[in-house]
């Protein structure tokens, strides 16, 4: 079973839309999570750091449930900007990341 | 934007020769990671480096190897290329292991023929 389960999508949304990612992760002993984003042959960006209580960053929310063990991205107004890979990020004991295949995220005018 | 450089950017080579690939920083981080992003697998941990001398296997090691002499300098070596190798290879930094997140170089294009 992998670390890290995501949706790769796509998804195809219009501006203004809201979309929400989810990732399953596997570990229940996973200490951080984060969510990057990566546009077309680029590296991977960070988007920010998920945190137990969820956290919000203007127009993207993070949260996190331990007790199902997954984390989710919601984007609200979307933006023809937003239209990249979303991944999610988890690490665990062993000084290791764990990353999703990434969910394709197109917003359309 | 972390001060993280890869080089080269791009290189074709045969089946069969070394390459070596280098990723340099500048902000001090202990943790060095190299990993390889092929369509479908996502991001692939081969090698990681926890201090000068001090590196680890890891999920996609095998054909790989890794130096680390400076603080500054993580090599990435491909012993004898293999098509299978053709991949984009990101270089990440962090400052811990665990609590906080990592910061990606721009990438190496690798063409192995």
């Known amino acids: 079973r992998k670390e890290v389960e995501q949706d790769p999508g796509p998804f195809n949304v219009p501006e203004g839309a809201t979309v929400a990612f989810n990732c399953t992760y596997s570990n229940s002993a996973s200490q951080s999570f984060f969510w990057y984003r990566q546009d077309c042959r680029k590296e991977p960006k960070l988007l920010m750091s998920?945190?137990?209580s969820g956290n919000e960053d203007g127009r993207f929310t993070a949260q996190l449930n331990r007790a199902s063990q997954y984390i989710s991205l919601l984007i609200r107004d979307s933006k023809l900007s937003d239209s990249a890979t979303y991944l999610c990020?988890?690490?665990?004991?062993?000084?290791?990341?764990?990353f999703g295949t990434g969910t394709s995220l197109t917003v359309i005018p | 934007d972390a001060g993280i450089t890869q080089s080269p950017r791009h290189k074709v080579t045969e089946t069969g020769t070394p390459v070596t690939l280098r990723c340099h920083q500048t902000e001090n981080h202990r943790y060095m990671y190299w990993y390889r992003q092929d369509p479908g697998h996502g991001l692939r941990l081969i090698h990681y480096?926890?201090?000068?001398?001090?590196?680890d296997k890891g999920e996609v090691s095998d054909g790989y190897s890794v130096s680390r002499s400076k603080t500054e300098d993580f090599l990435l070596t491909l012993e004898s290329a293999t098509s299978s190798q053709t991949s984009v290879y990101f270089c990440a930094i962090s400052y811990s292991a665990i609590y906080n997140e990592q910061f990606f170089g721009p990438g190496t294009r690798l063409t192995v023929l």
């Open positions: 998920v945190y137990s």
């Open positions: 990020v988890v690490t665990a004991t062993g000084n290791q990341f764990y």
């Open positions: 480096s926890y201090g000068v001398k001090d590196t």
